[in-house]
Nanobody
């Protein structure tokens, strides 16, 4: 069974940084798009970033552009979300997700139904 396991969440002050990791098993990501999503209390799940197998195939939500960086180590089936200059609005459960058979992100990268596999989520809390 495919499993995605997030880690790296925690409590940080506004302006601080965290790096989230997602370890995959039972699946390889050489031909898969990988996304990070987040869900704040009382809000819908929203896309944060997506990375595909092609160089430069990366998307970010406008709200995190310039502050967050997505990366992938396909050899280890692990991908990351480096989050800098965190703001209170970033408080949410963060999820990694995979779209099997999709080699690149597209303009609809933020669409939840495009991802078949999801991790359990990791809590990020940004204090004021």
């Amino acid at each position: 069974e495919v499993q995605l396991v997030e880690s790296g969440g925690g409590l940080v002050q506004a302006g601080g940084s965290l790096r989230l990791s997602c370890a995959a098993s039972g699946f390889t990501f050489d031909e898969n798009a990988i996304g990070w999503f987040r869900q704040a209390p009382g809000k819908e799940r929203e896309g944060v970033s997506c990375i595909g197998s092609s160089d430069g195939n990366i998307y970010y939500a406008d709200s995190v552009k310039g502050r967050f960086t997505i990366s992938s180590d396909n050899a280890k089936n692990t991908f990351y979300l480096q989050m800098n200059t965190l703001q209170p609005e970033g408080t949410a459960v963060y999820y990694c997700a995979a779209a099997p058979g999709v080699s690149r992100c597209n303009r609809a990268w933020w669409s939840v139904p495009m991802y078949n596999y999801w991790g359990q989520g990791t809590q990020v809390t940004v204090s004021t």
